[in-house]
Every structure is written in C-alpha cells, then in structure tokens.
C-alpha cells in the first residue's frame, strides 16, 4: 500500500471504532414495533418518581400571613374613624 492509501484506511477505520465507541457509550431508547424499549442501563438509573407532598411548601408563612392580614383588618374596624 502507499502512504496515502494507508493513511486514508487507518483514517477510516479510526472513524468507525469511535462510531461504534460513541453508540455503545451512549444507550438510548429504542422503538421498535410500537414499543419504547428502555436503555441498556434502566436497571442501574436512579429512580425518577417523586412521592407526592405538600404542594405549597410555605404553607406556615401563609397561614401567618393570613392572621396577620386578619388582625390588621380587625383593628382597622374597631378603631373609631374622625
């Protein structure tokens, strides 16, 4: 071979090692047949489901927020107006 077409042929066999590098690397889902098939690392994922909590965390700020609202309006009402 000369020089230029080895060059050429390792060139190209470099490409596709990190083709097949970068593929078996990356696992993805796949859908085949109507089916979404998980990665090959579904069994070793961390857990995405979150339980259900309190959806206004704040809800002590809130509430005294509200009393102090409340008590605001409770004195504005009973002080006398000149």
Known sequence: MSGLTR??????ILCVLVMLGGFALTGCTVDTGGQTLPSQFYLTDDV???APGREFILANEAAAMKAHKEEMQAEAVSQPQP
């Open 48 to 50: 995405q489901y979150f």
């Open 7 to 12: 060059k050429s042929f390792l060139w190209k």
